[in-house]
């Protein structure tokens, strides 16, 4: 079974990052919960929509560090007073986990954009993940990561890297890296559920929550409206939290030294 790496480790982080680098999944703390990210590029996309059991071109969303956001989108094609938005999702951003589609800027691949727009999906300005996704993407010259939720397809998306270890810990194009103690990370993020992030699309010259995940919609819309913004809900039911056979005790430690 492979390792579990310890994202507060400098050295772990670059082992995982020359892990990606050479072709690997990387399953990892993303905020409050967990996510697998890899290399943009279209071979890749192929070979982790096989890793999930999707269909073997199922479009992927992007990540990147919080110094790289702003240029996932085509600012010319927003409808929306840029200062207001620009600041809506710095407030987002800044309390933890969150989503946001939008025109897709030129470099994005058609493979990681849906008619004409990507999704970007960020674990929040303290995560020590933008480390991590800033050693990778100099190491391989790009700009973004492709992302997807940690799960089998269909599953939902785990909140502990150790209960993702055992269902892809045996393979040897994977690698992983979490929190010594996970649940004191979660208390670090008191207004998000661990599941996938709440989505927000703003490509339609409005501002429209387009999946109810992680952060409650009425947070969203208090957020939006400091800013002079509405929120339209477009996604009312919100999404579960994975349930595991066993408590993860508060004690319990998630890591394995490499």
């Known amino acids: 079974m492979q390792p579990i790496l310890d994202i507060a480790d400098l050295a772990h982080r670059r082992e995982a990052a020359e892990a990606v680098a050479d072709g690997a ?5 993303f905020g409050n919960f967990c996510a697998l990210a890899a290399k943009p590029d279209l071979e890749t996309l192929h070979a ?45 951003n800044a309390l933890g986990p ?11 691949p058609s493979h990681l ?18 480390g991590l996704v800033g050693n990778i993407l ?10 997807t939720s940690a799960n089998a397809n269909k599953d939902n998306t785990h909140y502990a890297i150790a209960e993702i270890r055992k269902e892809f810990g045996h393979r040897d194009d994977v690698v992983f890296i979490g929190h010594r103690h ?10 998000h559920r661990p599941c996938s992030t709440s989505i927000i699309g703003f490509d339609s010259g409005a501002l429209v929550l387009e999946r109810h995940g992680s952060l409650d919609a009425e947070l969203v819309a208090r957020v939006a409206a400091r800013h002079g913004l509405g929120l339209r809900i477009a996604a009312h039911e919100r999404l579960p939290v994975r349930r595991y056979r066993r408590p993860l005790r508060a004690g319990r430690r998630a890591h394995v030294l490499a």
């Not at 100099?138 to 992302?147: S, T």
């Open 98 to 108: 969150i989503g946001f589609r939008g025109p897709a800027a030129a470099h994005v």
């Open 138 to 147: 100099d190491l391989i010259g790009e700009e973004h990561l492709y992302i």
């Open 113 to 130: 954009t849906v008619d004409g727009t990507v999704q970007l999906i960020t674990p929040g300005d303290a995560c020590p993940s933008n």
């Open 25 to 29: 999944a990387l399953f990892y703390a």
């Open 182 to 191: 996970e649940r004191a990370n979660r208390r670090r993020y008191p207004h």
């Open 48 to 92: 982790m929509n096989a890793l999930k059991g999707r269909p073997r071109d199922q479009v992927g969303s992007v990540t990147t560090t919080p110094e790289l956001g702003n240029r996932v989108f085509d600012w010319d094609a927003v409808r929306l007073p840029w200062s207001a938005l620009v600041a809506t999702m710095a407030d987002l």
